[in-house]
């Protein structure tokens, strides 16, 4: 089956300083899975950060980046320059077509603390 | 923005008792999903559907059955709860499930004592 692997449970970083958060995944499929990272902040929902359906490609959106890399099967977040408004935590996902339709699995999640 | 809602809230029960938890998408969205959140695990998948009448096995099945009565209605039931269920709940709806990204209810906080 698919699975999707975050390896830290929470990470600190300082403001201004770059970030990475990673993300590999493991699929049975024949066919390349899409990957996401979502997003929870403080007080709000599970939201879509960003979305990446083709191999080779980069997503990007709110200064966050991550490139789909079938070679390493990872998908890593990353951000040059974070910000407090940052703290949240990350989740990333796989999502695959199989005989039971589409179906959509998460990782662990990273807990990102930004400090001032 | 697609409107996913969940009932109850929070929920208390006594173990072995009878739990629904609800949810209703009015977006015609075909794909919804339940998940449970924990510590440590993140969202675990237990029960999917592709539209009304339409059930997929999750990851994490066990003890939870699940029914899509309508296009907009997916319902999660124990029907003998365990301390093990305790957890939070998240419904989340999709459109047509290709590459779309999910919508998600503000969850359920289920209590098992």
């Known amino acids: 089956g698919d699975s999707v692997t975050q390896t830290e449970g929470q990470v600190t970083v300082s403001e201004s300083k770059s970030l990475i958060i990673n993300c590999t995944y493991s699929?049975?499929?024949?066919?390349?899975?899409?990957l996401f990272w979502y997003v929870r902040y403080p007080g709000e929902g599970l939201q879509l950060l960003l979305k990446?359906?083709?191999?080779?490609q980069k997503g990007s959106s709110r200064g966050f980046e991550a490139t789909y890399n079938k070679e390493t099967t990872s998908f890593h977040l990353q951000k040059a320059s974070v910000q407090e408004s940052d703290s949240a935590v990350y989740y990333c996902?796989?999502?695959?077509?199989?005989?039971?339709?589409?179906?959509?699995?998460f990782g662990s999640g990273t807990r990102l603390l930004v400090s001032p | 923005e697609a409107a996913v809602t969940q009932s109850p809230r929070n929920k208390v029960t006594v173990t072995g008792g009878n739990v629904t938890l609800s949810c209703r998408q009015t977006?015609?969205?075909?794909?919804m999903y339940w998940y449970r959140q924990d510590t440590g695990h993140g969202l675990r998948l237990i029960h999917y559907?592709?539209?009304?009448?339409?059930?997929q096995i999750g990851d994490v099945p066990d003890g939870y059955k699940a029914t899509r009565t309508t296009q907009e209605d997916f319902f999660l039931l124990l029907e003998l709860a365990s301390p093990s269920q305790t957890s939070l709940y998240f419904c989340?709806?999709?459109?047509?499930?290709?590459?779309?990204?999910?919508?998600f209810g503000h969850g359920t906080k289920l209590s098992v004592l």
């Open positions: 989340a709806s999709s459109d047509e499930g290709a590459n779309e990204r999910l919508f």
């Open positions: 699929t049975t499929s024949i066919a390349y899975p899409n």
């Open positions: 990446v359906i083709t191999a080779g």
């Open positions: 996902a796989l999502g695959d077509h199989n005989t039971g339709g589409y179906k959509v699995v």
């Open positions: 977006n015609s969205h075909n794909y």
């Open positions: 559907s592709y539209g009304a009448g339409n059930l």
